[in-house]
Structure formats: structure tokens, C-alpha cells
């Protein structure tokens, strides 16, 4: 940390004065001003939220002669994406009271609210504390949400949704500054608190954590700061490969910045997972770039140092010299969608969720339909980390019943939708994200008609090609992992990458830059037919043929589109 000391962001600055996350929040909550200060907003995503903008007002508003109209996205922290069916009606409840009307499951397991305004944000955040959820680490430099493979099943899955569990009881932030903003708790002297992992300013930016099987990567370990792959015998997991440095995020023109999959470090027993978890975050703590927020993750320690220093270094955290991590290469991927068997003599049902967003639009009644499931049959719930939701619990009697309420509002079955819709997701992007520069959630759904109707001109419908789609670089669907990653460049303008594919263990690259969003598929049609036609067999994937034929003869071709 020394050597960032004298040059560190003015966020840095931020977190040291906050008084334990407190700052201003609680003073300015009460104050008639629509919106938080600098200081105070970037404090608000320590609780679980973000001050935002409605863009689409913004033009409106400004012939008005009015300034931006500010709300607040709130999200919740659940790990393994599971909970109970009150936990997620009181939710829904708070949507419609509060928020815009919509849920929005997202691309780690958690569920936001969009559309709060500052006057609603204690009540939103105390009632969803209310059903026993938290928003507290949701968001920044702290360990976020915990991921693990979501299907109620017996043996590996359930103990790593046990494991996330237990860490992030164990990474959530002490502070009792939430409490007291939040739920109206007895206040605390912040010289009296102690952070024993974080510390007075926590960590150098956010911090990921995922748990997979190499036969099943639907949480994508290799984007994670910290992935765990589980190492199973005779049904039971019995340690992980601890993998490190994972993430998405850069920014455009930035060569110092790029997307990144995290590198195995060492093996760890599954009894010191916790243990380890912490190891990690408090090397992150100390050896991270407190300097440069564009350069703040774990995935540029890893990089800059190699894996062996990464290696040695973390097992003077833990005690001793770590052994290599074991071969478990990952082989695939489950969306859990559809009918399946638990096991204990139940059944989930997987519904797929176009782009995680639970709203009502015209004849699909989405989030009424949603909710008048879970109020009839009370399953638990389980987000997964593609946007879906899993119903458990169910009895085959239940099952026939859930299939006829689907057709009564208007929701598709998961063979209904076509292989790419189920396998691609977007982010938010406009008209909420202050980072988003292009269009993504309401752009994807266009996208992927015209990609549908390609493919089966092509006679390649019975085909799933992945697509993921940002309205930033900063790579918050994982984009860059993809058979088809589209990114936002400028207005309607959009980076094309290829050659990514499902189990998330290579990234894709860049085929064109700077194209405007209707040439999207029009650009990507040569290269179908090329795929149609040249693949070396039926199971080689899109992103597969792209990565064979290679980076130089692909974009050399895209240049003379």
C-alpha cells in the first residue's frame, strides 16, 4: 500500500473520512434535495445502491427548463441466488410501491429495483430487510454477492451454495453504519468499530466471487476475482482450485485495460475455504492499486505479478507454501431451464427471463404472472447467474398446473424460446446506468430477432449462439467471453467480438469496431455462412470456428466489409 500512499484517489480520501460508511448519509436522507452529494453517493454503494438519472427524461426536462430528474437503483444481496417465495413477494411488493414496476434479476444471482426515488430509499432498503434480504455489500469495494451453481441438487451443488453461504457471512461489512442509516439502530461510535478485514478504507475497488463445477461453469468461474472449482469424489466436494484475478471491466482506448480470466493459483481443502476467501481479499487489500481506479482490481495484481508470486504471496497469508491446483479443466454448461427432478422426490422449474428484466408488457404479463405462481404454489426461488429463475419444489401435479398458467399470461416455455434468446443477456444500460454510452437491454431484443431470422435462413435455428450485450466497456454481462459480444462504443455505434464460448474459459476478440447497431447482424451474416459451411463438424460451436480460424483472417476479412 506504501507505494500508493501519496497518489491515491479522491475515493480513497472518501472511504478514510466516512466514519465507518456513515459520512453524510443519514443528514442528507432527511434533506429536501432530490439527490446525495459526491461523497454521500459514493458512500450510498457500500448500502446497496446507486444514484442515477432517468435519461430518457433528460431531454424533456431540459426544454422545461429543469435539471436531471435523479433516482436510485437498489440490490439486493443474495447469495447463491436463492430465497423463499415471502422473500420474493415482499420484493415484488416493493417494485410496485416504490420502484418503476419492474424486477430486474441480474447476471450475479441478485435482484435490483429501479426507479427509487430519494424520499422512497429508507423505506425500499428497510423493507427489504424486512423479508430478512440485505442490500448491505451489494455494491462497492467490498466483497459483492457470492455466486454459486443455483439447481436444488443434493452433493457438490448443495455444498457450495452452503459454502457461499458462509462466505459472505464471513466478507460482509462490519459497520453498523447500515443498521443505524437504514433500519433506525442504536447508533455507534465509529472509533469503537472495527473492520478486521477491510479496514478504515476497505478495498482498492469491487471484488467477485464464484463458485462451479468443471462440468458445469453457468456462474463463468474465470470472470470472478475469486473463482472456486469444486473438486468432487464420490459425490461430495472435497476441496477447490482456488482460481484468481478474474474481470471483465476496461475501458475503451485504455491499453493498460482489458478484460481478464482469472488464473488457477493452488488447491485449496474445502475446510479452509473460508480461510482462503479471506486470504484473498486481504491480499487484494493490500498489494491493489489505490491509485488508479481504472487499474483497481485483483486481475491486474495477478497479471503484473505472474502466478507464482501470486501463489507464494497468498500462502504467506495463510501460513505456509499452497500446492498447485489440480487438471479440472471445465467441460460445460447448464442453464437449468425446464422440468427437472431434485432428487428428493420434487421438481424446479426453469423459466427463462429475457435479460433478467420481470415487468408486464402488453400480452406478456411477466411479473403479474410470476407472481401469481409463486403466491399459488410458495416454491423457493433460486436467480441464476444467466438472468433465469428456478422454481423448486414443485410436485408433478404442480408442474402441468405452472405450464397452464405460463400460456394464461402470455410467458413462454423455455423450449418456446429460441436456443440464442435463451443462452444471451444483456445489462441495464440507458435509460439508468451513468456509465452506459449505448443502448443494450432494449436494444438485444431486436438484435436477436434479426440474428434468429439469419440463423434459420441459414438452416442453423437448432443452434445456440451466445450472444452478450453492454451499453460500456466495463463488462457487466460479461461480454468478452461470448460466441458474440457486443459492447457500446458511441451513441448507436458498438464494438463486435467473436470467438468466446460457452464454458467461459476463453475470451473472444475484437471484429469490428465502431458499428452502428442496424449493421450488427448484417456484418455477422459472412461470417454464419462461413460457419455453416466450413465447420469441422455439427458440435463445433461459433465461437469454436472463430477462434480456429483465428483473429488475423477474421478481422482481415471484417475490413473489407
Not at 413477494?89 to 419492474?102: F, H, I, P, Q, S
Not at 473492520?195 to 478504515?200: F, H, T
Not at 434468446?421 to 435509460?431: L, N, T
Request: with cysteine.
Amino acid at each position: 500500500m506504501a507505494e500508493h500512499e501519496e497518489k491515491r484517489s479522491a475515493i480513497e480520501g472518501i472511504k478514510e473520512q466516512s466514519r465507518g460508511l456513515r459520512g453524510t448519509l443519514a443528514t442528507e436522507l432527511t434533506n429536501d434535495e432530490e439527490k446525495f452529494g459526491d461523497a454521500a453517493k459514493n458512500l450510498l454503494k457500500f448500502h446497496g445502491s446507486y444514484q442515477q438519472e432517468d435519461r430518457d427524461a433528460r431531454k424533456a426536462r431540459r426544454g422545461d427548463g429543469l435539471g436531471k430528474l435523479h433516482m436510485f437503483m437498489v440490490r439486493c444481496k443474495i447469495p447463491a441466488g436463492r430465497l423463499s417465495a415471502e422473500q420474493y413477494l415482499g420484493v415484488d411488493a416493493l417494485a410496485g410501491t416504490y420502484a418503476n414496476g419492474t424486477l430486474r434479476f441480474t447476471t450475479r444471482q441478485g435482484i435490483q429495483l429501479h426507479g427509487v426515488l430519494k424520499r422512497d430509499l429508507k423505506a425500499t432498503i428497510a423493507g427489504i430487510n424486512a423479508t430478512l434480504l440485505t442490500t448491505l455489500g451489494a455494491c462497492g469495494d467490498v466483497n459483492r454477492n457470492v455466486m454459486a451453481c443455483p439447481a436444488p441438487l443434493p452433493g457438490p451443488r448443495q455444498q457450495m451454495q452452503t459454502d457461499a453461504d458462509r462466505i459472505a457471512a464471513h466478507l460482509a461489512p462490519r459497520s453498523n453504519a447500515y443498521h443505524e442509516i437504514w433500519l433506525d439502530g442504536q447508533p455507534v461510535d465509529p472509533e469503537t468499530e472495527v473492520e478486521p478485514i477491510y479496514g478504515k478504507v476497505y478495498l482498492p475497488r469491487k471484488f467477485k466471487i464464484g463458485f462451479g463445477l468443471p462440468e458445469d461453469n453457468c456462474v463463468d468461474v474465470y470472470a470472478q476475482d475469486l473463482g472456486l472449482l469444486a473438486h468432487v469424489e464420490q459425490g461430495q466436494v472435497v476441496g477447490y482450485n482456488l482460481l484468481a484475478g478474474g474481470g471483465m471491466g476496461m475501458t475503451h482506448g485504455n491499453k493498460k485495460t482489458f478484460p481478464f480470466l482469472a488464473k488457477a493459483i493452488c488447491y485449496i481443502p474445502v475446510e479452509r475455504v473460508v480461510e482462503a476467501a479471506e486470504a484473498v481479499i486481504k491480499l487484494f487489500r493490500d498489494h491493489g492499486n489505490r491509485a488508479d481506479r481504472k487499474r483497481a482490481r485483483l486481475k491486474y495484481v495477478v497479471h503484473d505479478w505472474g502466478v507464482e508470486r501470486v501463489r507464494q504471496v497468498l500462502g504467506d497469508y495463510l501460513g505456509g507454501a499452497l500446492p498447485p491446483p489440480r487438471e479440472m479443466p471445465v467441460t460445460g454448461v447448464d442453464l437449468h431451464l425446464g422440468r427437472h427432478p431434485q432428487g428428493d422426490g420434487r421438481w424446479w422449474y426453469g423459466l427463462s427471463i429475457e435479460n433478467g428484466r420481470v415487468k408486464d408488457d402488453g400480452a406478456l404479463r411477466l411479473r403479474s404472472g410470476l407472481r401469481a405462481i409463486v403466491e399459488r404454489f410458495r416454491p423457493q426461488l433460486r436467480i441464476t447467474p444467466t438472468q433465469d429463475v428456478l422454481l423448486c419444489g414443485l410436485t408433478s401435479a404442480e408442474l402441468d398446473a405452472l405450464e397452464a398458467m405460463l400460456d394464461e399470461y402470455g410467458i413462454a416455455r423455455p423450449e418456446q424460446v429460441s436456443p440464442s434468446r435463451r443462452v444471451s443477456m444483456s445489462c441495464p444500460a440507458i435509460p439508468t446506468c451513468g456509465l452506459a454510452i449505448s443502448e443494450a437491454e432494449r436494444a438485444l431484443p431486436g438484435i436477436l430477432t434479426q440474428l434468429e431470422q439469419a440463423l434459420a435462413e441459414l438452416g442453423l435455428s437448432h443452434q445456440a449462439v451466445s450472444v452478450r450485450m453492454t451499453g460500456c466497456p466495463n463488462g457487466c454481462a460479461r461480454p468478452y467471453q461470448s460466441d458474440i459480444g457486443i459492447v457500446g462504443r458511441s451513441g448507436d455505434k458498438y464494438v463486435i467480438y467473436v470467438g468466446g464460448r460457452a464454458e467461459g474459459d476463453r475470451l473472444n476478440f475484437e471484429l469490428r469496431d465502431l458499428t452502428p447497431r442496424s449493421e450488427i447482424v448484417s456484418t455477422l451474416l459472412p461470417l454464419l455462412r462461413r460457419w455453416r459451411d466450413e465447420r469441422s463438424s455439427e458440435q463445433e460451436s461459433f465461437g469454436d470456428f472463430c477462434a480456429r480460424l483465428g483473429r488475423d483472417a477474421l478481422t482481415t476479412a471484417s475490413a473489407h466489409l
